[in-house]
């Protein structure tokens, strides 16, 4: 009679076990789904849809940045309001516009004239030696997607980037070079010139930029190993 009533108690126990590992089996996949769900909706963020079916994302200014040696201030216009704002730097929210702000002349004006383009990249471009608690800005690098290069309807970090420049006021935007797959590296070689590098179509590329007009000096792909040395 002890030893039944030994047994079923052995039983019970067992079965409580099972009920409380089913119970966090669930919970377990639960909470998967829910964290696959959230990296699912996370994919749409940072884009643009380009058809009619899927109406604009509403916007929000983010946080703005002095920049250094102008009195001036730029504040992004977020791409997606799911990006919330907080500290300005090239890893933050994407945006599609930026507004420029002159302190002393109390001026405002946006850097582009529509809100079509996606800007995934931006560079403040400063004065060669300068250091960073005493340097003036001479120009702004931005990288933007202007047309859905891979035909998925979006604008997205997968499209081709165009690289452009503007002066440190946001004025005078002017497109560099389009259809850039992606940017390597970019360098102030002197107060007037600026040293781009970047791929396009799968090659390398150096560019020597302007910073005095904005504009392209000259282009070359970058030499294959074992090309003669000019």
Request: aromatic share 8%.
């Amino acid at each position: 009679m002890e030893e039944n009533r030994f047994f079923n108690y052995v039983w019970r126990i067992n079965g409580l076990l099972l009920l409380l590992a089913g119970l966090l089996a669930l919970a377990l996949l639960a909470f998967a789904g829910y964290q696959i769900y959230e990296q699912s909706s996370r994919g749409h963020q940072n884009s643009l849809s380009l058809t009619d079916a899927e109406p604009a994302p509403p916007t929000q200014l983010g946080t703005s940045l002095a920049i250094a040696g102008t009195p001036y201030v730029m504040m992004p216009l977020l791409a997606d309001p799911a990006d919330k704002p907080g500290y300005f730097s090239k890893s933050g929210a994407d945006a599609r516009n930026y507004l420029f702000i002159d302190g002393q002349r109390q001026t405002l004006h946006w850097l582009l004239a529509h809100n079509d383009h996606l800007i995934v990249g931006s560079d403040l471009l400063s004065e060669l030696g300068c250091c960073a608690d005493n340097r003036t800005i001479r120009a702004i690098l931005y990288q933007v997607v202007t047309t859905d290069s891979d035909g998925d309807h979006r604008l997205s970090h997968r499209d081709a980037i165009t690289l452009a420049l503007s002066r440190a006021d946001g004025s005078g935007y002017r497109v560099l070079i389009p259809a850039v797959d992606r940017l390597l590296g970019q360098q102030t070689l002197d107060d007037h010139t600026l040293l781009l590098l970047y791929q396009k179509q799968g090659v390398g590329y150096a560019a020597w930029i302007s910073l005095t007009d904005l504009a392209l000096l000259k282009e070359q792909p970058l030499p294959k190993i074992g090309d003669p040395t000019p």
